[in-house]
């Protein structure tokens, strides 16, 4: 077994718990899920297969839910992976974990897409950095809690190196698996959409914990061209083209989603 920390945030997740939760239970030591009081069976779904369960209930206030569960879980391990119930490992991941010297203090991990059942390998991937030792890393408090589309769990952004401490970071070369059983990624993205678009004209987004991350993301946030930027490098540059009718599809759905947060800024300005 791993002697890694697993934590899988869940709020009515039955439908993907009973996929994603398996091969972390098999593989490693210590798996929390922790729970919004759903109503869906997902608290005993996932306690049958072997998880350990927490509830979390937000009083709308920080710390939410990713730093709540660093500071009040009984963690067996300083590592932690840090997992969506619609994120599925696989062997290859595991077997990179096996061979990793951990030498860094965090590493980045990717997900590919099952889009419209089909497995896109190409194009823009998410890449964020889940795997850390929680004595190194935090997840920041920032100024949104008065932003329309916020909600209990940290949003789109990496945790932050810890003040005082000289943290290292690396990457995991075998992707994990993003598959969304419950089919609401339109709907999620939508109320997104406030949320990120009030956070760009607060500019209230922690620093990310790599230079050259920050420095794209700094320079296209907000900007009118990074729906056409981010689609051109991901369809065209990283060959999301490949992935054929879904690859485009998956491409226009997230310059659809980049285009309209770019256009809400306006508004947001007024009213933030």
Not at 79 to 101: H, K, P
Not at 188 to 215: C, Q, T
Not at 224 to 234: A, E, H, Q, S, V
Request: proline fraction near 4%.
């Amino acid at each position: 077994m791993i002697p890694i920390s697993v934590i899988m945030l869940t709020k009515n997740e039955i439908l993907n718990v009973a996929h994603s939760l398996p091969p972390l239970v098999q593989n490693f030591d210590d798996v929390h899920v922790v729970d919004s009081n759903s109503t869906d069976n997902t608290e005993e779904t996932a306690q049958n297969i072997g998880a350990k369960i927490s509830q979390f209930t937000w009083n709308n206030q920080y710390p939410k839910k990713k730093q709540w569960a660093l500071d009040n879980l009984p963690l067996k391990h300083d590592w932690v992976l840090m997992i969506d119930a619609d994120e599925i490992i696989t062997d290859a991941f595991i077997n990179e974990l096996r061979g990793v010297d951990f030498e860094a203090d965090g590493y980045f991990i990717t997900s590919e897409m099952i889009w419209n059942d089909a497995h896109l390998k190409h194009g823009m991937k998410n890449n964020k950095l889940c795997l850390f030792k929680k004595s190194s890393f935090h997840f920041e408090t920032v100024d949104d809690l008065d932003i329309d589309g916020g909600w209990e769990v940290e949003g789109h952004y990496q945790p932050v190196i810890k003040s005082n401490i000289n943290a290292t970071i690396d990457q995991i070369k075998s992707p994990i698996i993003h598959h969304d059983h419950k089919g609401n990624w339109q709907s999620r993205h939508d109320n997104y959409i406030a949320w990120e678009s009030g956070m760009n004209a607060r500019n209230a987004w922690p620093v990310d914990p790599l230079f050259k991350r920050e420095f794209v993301k700094d320079l296209f946030r907000g900007s009118f061209l990074k729906p056409y930027i981010y689609f051109f490098y991901g369809y065209i540059i990283k060959g999301g083209f490949l992935d054929k009718k879904p690859g485009l599809d998956y491409a226009f759905k997230r310059f659809t989603y980049n285009r309209n947060i770019v256009r809400a800024i306006p508004q947001t300005k007024k009213t933030a």
